[in-house]
Structures are given as C-alpha cells and as structure tokens.
C-alpha cells in the first residue's frame, strides 16, 4: 500500500481576517469581492446614469424611437410616390389613422410643434380646441391636412410644408384627425361653426375614389345579395 497521504492543511482562517466585531460568538471573516467583480459593479454604477441621460433626455433614440424613425422613412418614401402622382385624400389620411407606428410618430412630431398653441391633448389654448366638433377651417380630415401644411398666417399659424418632410405632415394630420372626440381635460370652449365629419367616399376598383353612383350602386348590389 501507497505511505503517501495528504498533508493536513490548517485552513482555519487566520485571526487577521477576521472581523472584529462577534456576534452571539459568531465573528465575520473578511472576504473580500474579486477585483473584477467590483470593477464591473463599479462601472455599471457610473455607466446607468450616463445611459439615462443619453438616451431618455439627450439625442439618443430607444429602441421604440427607432423603429418608429425607420417606419417614417419607409411611409416618406411611398407618400413621395403618392405625392408625385398628386392622390393624398381623405382615404390616404384614414388609412394612416390605423397605422399604429404613423400615430406615433404624428404624436411626437405634434407634441414637438403644436403643443404650445393648441395643449398636449389637442384641448386648446393660444390656438383653438381640436378635440370638439367645432371648426374654424373645415372639419374634414383634408382640411386639417391643407390647414396644416398651409397653415393660418393671419392667425400666427405657420405652414408647416416648410418645416415638416411630407410623411411628417400626413402622420401629424392624420393625429390631429384622431383627436376628434377624446374628450381632454379642460377643453377650450368651441370656436367656429359646429360641423360634423363626413365618412371618406368609398375607393371604387381600379384605386379612384367612387362617385355617388358607383357608391349607390355597390350599397345596392351589397343588399341584394
């Protein structure tokens, strides 16, 4: 048989690492954290702030802001095409109104731009309330993307066509057009005449808006089948 045994090793903790304080009998041994450990710890501690600061109040952009930036870019380029071939309509508009990341977008560009007139949820204030039934330049969604991008001189109300890409005036037009009956606190009272927003004429086949008697027409066929 092997004489080679293991040599006993004291590994009691040496009286220098222990701390001084005791507890019931119980003393603490000192253990101190690898240095990598506190390196990391440390520089998480100084990174977070500096993180905040970039990317929820400086010009850092979080993920959300992102893809809402990327989807602005991709609808700019198809309003171009639109643009060009001259068919923004109510319709254009409406469509954008069920695009979630458009709405975004017309939400931070208004509250960037039309906040300090018309109030953060569209109540009103040096400009008039966007949330009633009340109008003073047309209730139809095409002409709160003309009032817009034409904007009211006279009133001190910028056309914005000089300040916003094309997509941005549609995505903040069709947000405005989604404000109508949101009910805000501490509404403006009504300005204008009371005028009530009219469905977008139905798209006949082919892409072109139909006429009151293709609409007619198609109401018809729909009620005899």
Request: glycine residues 10%; charged residues 20%.
């Amino acid at each position: 048989m092997s004489t080679n045994q293991p040599q006993n090793i004291d590994t009691t903790p040496s009286e220098d690492h222990l701390m001084d304080h005791s507890y019931d009998g119980i003393q603490e041994y000192d253990n101190p954290l690898p240095g990598w450990w506190l390196a990391i710890f440390w520089a998480s501690i100084i990174f977070a702030p500096l993180y905040i600061l970039y990317f929820h109040f400086g010009p850092g952009l979080l993920s959300i802001d992102r893809y809402d930036r990327a989807m602005m870019i991709a609808t700019e380029r198809q309003m171009a095409a639109i643009l060009a071939m001259g068919e923004i309509s109510e319709n254009t508009l409406v469509d954008l109104m069920d695009d979630p990341s458009m709405m975004n977008g017309g939400k931070k560009i208004f509250t960037a731009k039309c906040a300090t007139c018309h109030g953060m949820f569209g109540e009103g204030g040096i400009g008039p309330n966007l949330t009633d039934e009340f109008w003073l330049h047309g209730a139809q969604l095409m002409d709160v993307y003309r009032t817009v991008r034409e904007g009211v001189p006279a009133k001190g109300m910028l056309a914005w066509e000089r300040q916003l890409r094309p997509a941005e005036l549609l995505a903040v037009s069709a947000h405005v057009g989604g404000l109508l009956g949101s009910a805000p606190p501490n509404a403006k009272a009504p300005q204008g005449d009371q005028v009530k927003r009219l469905a977008p004429e139905p798209i006949a086949e082919g892409g072109e808006t139909a006429t009151d008697g293709e609409a007619g027409e198609a109401e018809a066929t729909k009620a005899d089948a």
